[in-house]
């Protein structure tokens, strides 16, 4: 544990979704704006190991942190918001520490003792965050789940206990809870607050700070009733006002004088907040000046949540353009040859996002027909630069039958294939992989560098020669075809160093037409939009211009 460094729990009751993922980001943004140093740290109570294998329909996106961990979607609210750099040990779930207990246990680290959920795997837990607490001033971190589950106990024992062990003075609870607007009695309930409350208190903590979600602000007399209820002063007790966009959130918290609170409570001297830039880039998403209409084209279209980086990335290269991003989501499971142009022909641009598995594969090839052959600008992400490879091998060099491994295990033509062997960056050794491997352990995870081709559309986004992206894939651009698939109009704009690793792909004569193996959506901020997503925004809006 570093020296004075501050503590910050945020837990959730009543129900799930209220948004403490962002209530933890905007926090954390509103210290930063005093200048300090922060980090955000998610806790999550699921079995899982990490998210990597779950279905996106449960869990939503998996984002990737530059050192190749798989992580719950919230730290991606925690990078948008903050400068915190997130990695492995910020994001830790009960299969986590599970698992480190077991091989602990296992190599006789605990000298043949009883292993018990108290201490040892509360032990276990408050060791992971002291993990994240080197060189910051506050750590943010967010228990997952709602206070009264079962699979959470241990995580708020530990953080209970933890209190002792960093000091009383160091550490605070905020609880982010709900007080619902009944419209048949035309007034709002403190019920579910309260006995969220007393449920917390029952395990021996007690909040010092009530972010309460609702529809409008709270008045006078309502944080009085909730503040004598739940033992806070009602200066301690906050609105957590429903917004248009997630970025007014810490507006809503600062006005509401939230920042004031924390630092009072943790006894931290801090400038003023700074948040001219961040109104303005509110502003400026609320108000903008012209419209684009963008098709996304995946198969878990049904919960947006599974494209929740993606989403955003495409809002930021709104706010770069002045443009408001309209989103039309197609379930590539329904596009066929015959609709397609039905479906596809009012959208100024087209996106195909990653994904895995076969469902729906046909549809994103022919997105990536559609937007090639109408000249409409294209972006295709991991799974969607393979789609667009698949379908000029298919439709400009007759190989009919040419696919992917991944859904094809036998083609003729497989064009994107598994690399059995391959020298990892991360690790700096030769990795190998096959179909037998385990899920989570084949796929390029994380940061890898990739060099830029000059005269093409990555450079004119990027800048500069090299660059670095996150990866999550498992599946490759095969070189055996590169050079046909260049005399047929492919262009190889971007390559690993030693040009093994096809990283982005292009097509000659189109307005805007590129696909990456990468995932860009990963590093992209509303204050800093990423160089891919505002181009491609931009010669959306120039199609929607013509």
């Keep these: 544990m570093a020296k004075n460094t501050k503590y910050i729990f945020v837990t959730g009751g009543v129900l799930s979704s209220l948004g403490k993922g962002l209530a933890s980001a905007a926090i954390g943004m509103l ?102 607490s080197h060189d910051v001033d506050v750590v943010i971190v967010e228990i997952g789940g709602t206070i009264g589950d079962i699979e959470s106990l241990p995580f708020l024992e530990a953080i209970r206990q933890f209190k002792t062990d960093a000091g009383a003075s160091n550490v605070i609870y905020i609880h982010l809870t709900l007080v619902p607007y009944i419209k048949t009695a035309c007034e709002v309930k403190t019920k579910p607050t309260q006995h969220s409350v007393k449920e917390l208190r029952s395990i021996g903590i007690q909040p010092d700070i009530l972010l309460c979600r609702t529809e409008s602000y709270l008045d006078d007399d309502i944080k009085a009733k909730i503040a004598l209820f739940c033992n806070v002063g009602k200066d301690d007790v906050f609105t957590a006002k429903d917004v248009d966009c997630i970025y007014e959130v810490p507006l809503v918290y600062n006005k509401e004088g939230l920042g004031d609170n924390i630092l009072k409570k943790l006894n931290i001297w801090a400038r003023a907040p700074k948040l001219d830039a961040w109104e303005e880039m509110v502003e400026k998403l609320k108000n903008p000046r012209l419209s ?75 997105a990536a027909k559609y937007a090639r052959e109408k000249k409409v600008p294209y972006f295709g992400i991991c799974l969607g630069m393979h789609m667009a490879v698949i379908e000029i091998a298919r439709n400009l060099l007759s190989f009919e039958d040419a696919h992917g491994q991944e859904f094809d295990p036998y083609t003729p033509y497989p064009v994107i294939y598994l690399m059995k062997e391959w020298y990892d960056e991360q690790t700096k050794k030769v990795e190998k992989r096959d179909e037998d491997s385990d899920k989570g352990g084949t796929m390029r995870l994380g940061a890898y560098p990739c060099k830029l081709v000059p005269d093409t559309f990555a450079m004119k986004a990027y800048k500069q020669e090299e660059i670095s992206e996150r990866h999550r894939h498992r599946f490759e651009f095969n070189n055996d075809y590169k050079d046909k698939l260049v005399e047929a109009g492919l262009i190889i704009s971007g390559t690993s160093p ?43 809006l120039k199609n929607a211009g013509k």
Excluded at 303 to 325: C, F, M, P, Q
Excluded at 346 to 365: A, C, M, Q, T, Y
Excluded at 508 to 537: A, M, N, V
């Design 31 to 132: 210290l930063e704006s005093r200048g300090l140093k922060v980090t955000i740290q998610k806790l999550d109570p699921y079995i899982n190991v990490d998210p990597g294998t779950m279905n996106p329909f449960q869990h939503g996106e998996v984002f990737v942190t530059d050192d190749g961990a798989e992580t719950d979607l919230d730290l991606g609210h925690y990078e948008r918001f903050t400068h915190a750099k997130l990695g492995k040990n910020s994001n830790f779930t009960t299969g986590k520490i599970y698992d480190q207990v077991i091989t602990k246990e296992r190599k006789g680290e605990y000298l043949g003792g009883t292993v018990q959920v108290i201490p040892h795997i509360t032990d276990e837990i408050k060791q992971s965050i002291f993990l994240v």
């Design 292 to 366: 684009v209409n963008i098709a996304i084209v995946g198969k878990y279209v049904d919960l947006t949540e599974s494209y929740k980086s993606l989403n955003e990335a495409l809002t930021h290269g709104g706010i770069a353009n002045d443009a408001r991003v309209n989103l039309q989501y197609i379930d590539s499971t329904t596009l066929t040859e015959d609709n397609a142009e039905e479906l596809l022909s009012k959208s100024d641009g087209i996106l195909v996002p990653g994904g895995f598995g076969s469902r729906g594969i046909e549809g994103k090839i022919i």
């Design 498 to 540: 030693d040009h093994e690793l096809v990283e982005i792909i292009e097509f000659k004569d189109h307005p805007w037409y590129l696909g990456c193996q990468f995932h860009p959506e990963f590093k992209s901020k509303p204050g800093t939009p990423h160089p891919l997503f505002r181009d491609f925004i931009k010669a959306s």
